[in-house]
């Protein structure tokens, strides 16, 4: 199996603090953001990485371009696509598996690990919580989700995914499908990667969850979170 990262956005929510550089190239203590996620995923074993690129794909070229564990894949339509489009384009090596993860979201290696140990086919990520409008809400029934989008009532959500998940091959199987048919046939380069995911759970695919109970993600859209992000980072270095 192969990690898949979300890159290629601009990331104009924070453009104040990235100024002309990728949001994942913000740093956490010494490293960038997607240099954690990458170490994380070298730790884990995993050696083949696809990042998908779009915005400032030069300085991820001038970075990674000799990387042998690194495969770079670009998205030239990165400003007006969304996820799915991303997804679309780095096809081609998700079909035996894969890790699915946005560039500009800080997590402990531990979940990385617990997920890729669960033993289903389809495992999200999932922080419990009160949720708000902006993030990416499931609602669950026993150990799986029912419902996943941004749209759902924040009150009526277990919690948020946060863009860290598994798809195993047998999945990918029929995931890669939905994928093609919605950008090639349904035009959605617009949709979020979890659409397909909820398309999965209409046609009865089960789709499976880890609680990540108190340990540490984030994801990095405003300066706020990238501030809150710094906090953690520095109370999980003490620990």
Known sequence: MVALIMAAGKGSRISSITKSEPKSFLK????TLIDHQIEALLNCGIRKIVIVIGYCSQLFKSKYSNNPNIELVINPFYENSNVLAS????????F??????????????T?????????????????KKLSVEEE???????NKITMINKTMDCNLAYGEFIGLAKITEQAAQSLIP???H????????????????QEMININVEV???????????????PEDYQEAKMLYKKMEKE
Do not use: C, P
Request: hydrophobic share 45%; charged share 30%; proline share 0%.
């Open 28 to 31: 956490l203590g010494d490293k």
């Open 87 to 94: 997804v679309w384009f780095a096809k081609q090596y998700l």
């Open 96 to 109: 035996d598996g894969f890790y699915f993860m946005h560039a500009d979201t800080f997590f402990e290696e």
């Open 111 to 127: 979940i990385l690990k617990e997920i890729i140990k669960n033993e289903h086919n389809i495992v999200l990520a999932v922080k």
């Open 136 to 142: 990416m809400k499931v609602q669950v029934n026993k």
């Open 178 to 180: 939905v994928v093609e």
């Open 182 to 197: 919605k950008i090639e046939y349904e035009k959605a380069i617009n949709d979020y990667f979890e659409s397909v995911l």
């Open 208 to 222: 499976d969850y880890i609680d990540i109970g108190n340990r540490m993600a984030i994801e990095i859209d405003f």
